[in-house]
């Protein structure tokens, strides 16, 4: 029984890692979301620390990364837990990491372990030139925490600016320009440019026409300017999609589901056609709108996984809710009725059934649970049954479940899902925890 609660307990935090991003829910505000990722956070920590430490090599979206990494150096983090944050923060957004170091330091977590992380970190970095203009003030705290010192005209430049008359970095040079000559403006990263865009009172549109070429695929989107559909992953080019009014979708048809079969193909990799025959029920139902915070991002996730399965499967068929048709023009609307939908998806007798759905089955309530037991117990005892829920239920301290004889796993990405398929064999206490720690150790070990 002890086996059975700690696999539980762990899975609990995986799945809370992986969905929750301390935002609000459809179902939960962000001030419950944020309550019960903490209290999550605390009670693995203090039970399972090395698992805790070995979720940093799993697929946990970077905020609940950087709270682990928060946690561990605060908490004095051994030189195991240092490695293991180290190599997940090479992965990270810069601007989160800088964000990290900026929490560590008003917390006053100052001990010889986060400083050689700092200053790993920092050391590895391509270009300290481009951080310093782009992050200046998290830089510039970063070095003062770790008790670091730049070389040479960098550290004249974050500390002592107007040393210099003049600085040999291209990029340090257009930043001390700028503040006077309107050319030196699209020399420098987007988001500084555009404050001296403002203060020199450049109209937008010539303004974002001139700095397109400096824009990365992130900030060309969130501008409105044309994204490069081909380097989007699954599920941020399925957002994207989703996101384009009903008639647009129908005009560039074509090429959105060109752009997402190549994003699905590159995930696929060398799986492609290898799980036999797959069905997966895919919920768009009202709640799949998420929130204000995260708009469609439950529908975006469904339809991100909808392209992936469909090159990993020899033979796919896919089911939604209620949506017929394209499924590009999927939309969220209506009921939850899964039961329904599980029962159509189990006759096709797949090799595996995939269920990708917040796991509020109402429609009429239950009934995907019960379906799920009577099929297990008189009809298919093997049935390879998988939900994946993107959303975590704050209340509940974990993503909600079809049913406890079906395996679930939060997602976030449709890029993991392979992994979060053979993770979810964890959820029904089949495999022990020896297994499970056996498996974190083979994924720590890869990163």
């Not at 990029?171 to 020399?187: I, N, P, Q």
């Not at 139902?285 to 909808?306: I, T």
């Not at 990708?356 to 379906?371: F, H, K, M, R, T």
Request: with cysteine; aromatic share 8%; proline share 5%.
């Amino acid at each position: 029984m002890n086996d059975v609660i700690a696999c539980e307990d762990v899975l609990l935090f995986v799945n809370a890692a992986i969905t929750s991003t301390g935002q609000r829910e459809f179902r939960s505000t962000a001030g419950e979301q944020r309550l019960s990722l903490d209290f999550l956070h605390r009670y693995i920590m203090g039970n399972y620390r090395e698992v805790y430490s070995a979720a940093l090599a799993l697929e946990i979206n970077d905020h609940n990364a950087a709270l682990i990494a928060r946690n561990l150096l605060a908490d004095g983090a051994t030189e195991r837990e240092g490695r293991l944050i180290a190599r997940r923060l090479r992965t990270m957004a810069p601007q989160r990491v800088y964000a990290l170091f900026t929490e560590l330091r008003r917390a006053g977590v100052n001990n010889r372990r986060t400083r050689a992380v700092i200053g790993e970190w920092l050391g590895e970095r391509p270009d300290l030139a481009f951080d310093a203009v782009k992050y200046r003030r998290a830089l510039k705290e970063a070095v003062r925490h770790a008790h670091l010192r730049l070389p040479g005209e960098l550290g004249d430049f974050l500390f002592a600016p107007r040393r210099r008359a003049r600085l040999d970095a291209p990029l340090l040079d257009a930043w001390r320009r700028a503040h006077h000559e309107t050319r030196a403006v699209y020399e420098l990263p987007y988001t500084v440019a555009e404050g001296f865009a403002a203060r020199h009172r450049i109209p937008r549109e010539r303004f974002l026409a001139a700095i397109a070429p400096r824009m990365t695929r992130l900030e060309r989107l969130r501008s409105g300017s044309a994204p490069d559909l081909a380097a989007m992953p699954l599920v941020r080019l399925a957002s994207y999609a989703l996101a384009l009014p009903h008639e647009e979708r129908v005009s560039r048809r074509a090429e959105l589901h060109a752009a997402l079969r190549a994003s699905a193909v590159r995930a696929a990799g060398g799986r492609a056609g290898s799980w036999g025959r797959v069905t997966a029920v895919l919920d768009d139902s009202f709640s799949s709108y998420g929130s204000g915070h995260k708009r469609r991002r439950p529908l975006a996730v469904a339809l991100g996984c909808h392209y992936l399965l469909r090159e990993l499967a020899g033979q796919y068929r896919a089911m939604w809710l209620s949506h017929r048709g394209d499924p590009l023009l999927v939309r969220p609307a209506g009921a939850t009725p899964l039961g329904e939908r599980l029962l159509d998806a189990l006759e096709t007798r797949p090799d595996l059934l995939v269920v990708v759905s917040d796991g509020w089955d109402n429609a009429p309530p239950g009934l995907a649970a019960e379906v799920l037991r009577v099929w297990r117990e008189r009809i298919d005892p093997s049935a390879g049954v998988v939900h994946l829920n993107p959303v975590y239920d704050a209340g509940g301290f974990d993503v909600r479940r079809l049913s406890p004889e079906t395996p679930t796993a939060g997602i976030r990405d449709a890029e993991s899902l392979p992994a979060l398929v053979e993770l979810a064999r964890f959820a029904t206490g089949r495999a022990g925890y020896a297994s499970l720690l056996g498996y974190l150790g083979e994924r720590t070990a890869e990163r």
